[in-house]
């Protein structure tokens, strides 16, 4: 069926440094694409998302890209800090009048101070 | 402007009993999302209701589980004769109405115990 997963589950960056996090996913009609964050205890923060006709977006220290081709999408972290420590999901979904989101299984930021 | 609120944040129940989510979405949203999320696991869809209607249930088990959003009031997510297997956390979100809405606001989520 059609799913979305990571590549990665444990990611360890250097306070300062820029992470990087990936994505595969296999559902090609999908017309958003989003990163949630999620700390412990806690609910799925929106970060940012991206629309299936465009293949990057930049928000404050975040870049998603969207390769289309490969089925491949990444959350780019720039100078990673102490509270960017979480699990990071990346899901997608259709703008069908509702959002029904498919998440993937996560991966877990560990940011080095 | 209070963010989605769940409650209770942790539940314990026995098996057989019957187990009561509620959620209260952002003010102003009338579009609520049930997902459950086992430990390490991203979260699954179960359910997406808006004001008195189930507009897409495919997530939800056929048994046990239902769920409601009344004119007034809260979205209830209710577990009959609960199991170990129900044991999770249960996130609600809201949006606005409106079709190409992604952002979703998530509450705190329900953390189930079954014992």
């Known amino acids: 069926g059609e799913s979305v997963g990571l590549h990665l589950p444990t990611l360890s960056v250097q306070e300062g440094d820029n992470s990087i996090i990936n994505c595969a996913y296999s559902n090609s009609a999908s017309d958003y694409f989003i990163w949630y964050k999620q700390e412990s205890g806690k609910g799925p923060q929106f970060i940012i998302d991206i629309r299936s006709n465009m293949d990057k977006r930049q928000g404050q220290r975040v870049t998603v890209l969207l390769n289309k081709t490969v089925k491949h999408l990444s959350l780019q972290i720039a100078a990673t800090q102490p509270g960017d420590s979480a699990v990071y999901f990346c899901?997608?979904?259709?703008?069908?009048?509702?959002?029904?989101?498919?998440f993937g299984i996560g991966t877990k930021l560990q940011v080095i101070p | 402007n209070a963010g989605v609120m769940q409650n209770p944040r942790h539940l314990v129940r026995r098996r057989g009993q019957e187990a009561r989510l509620r959620c209260s979405p952002m003010?102003?949203?009338?579009?609520v999302y049930w997902y459950r999320q086992l430990p390490e696991e991203g979260l699954k869809f179960m359910v997406y209701l808006q004001k008195e209607n189930i507009i897409d249930e495919s997530g939800m088990p056929k048994e046990r589980f239902s769920a409601e959003f009344p004119k007034e009031g809260p979205s209830i997510l209710r577990i009959q004769q609960v199991v170990r297997g129900d044991s999770a956390a249960y996130f609600c979100a809201s949006s606005p109405s409106g079709q190409g809405s992604t952002e979703a606001f998530f509450g705190q989520g329900t953390r189930l115990t079954v014992v």
């Open positions: 003010k102003g949203h009338s579009h």
């Open positions: 899901a997608e979904s259709n703008s069908g009048g509702y959002q029904k989101v498919t």
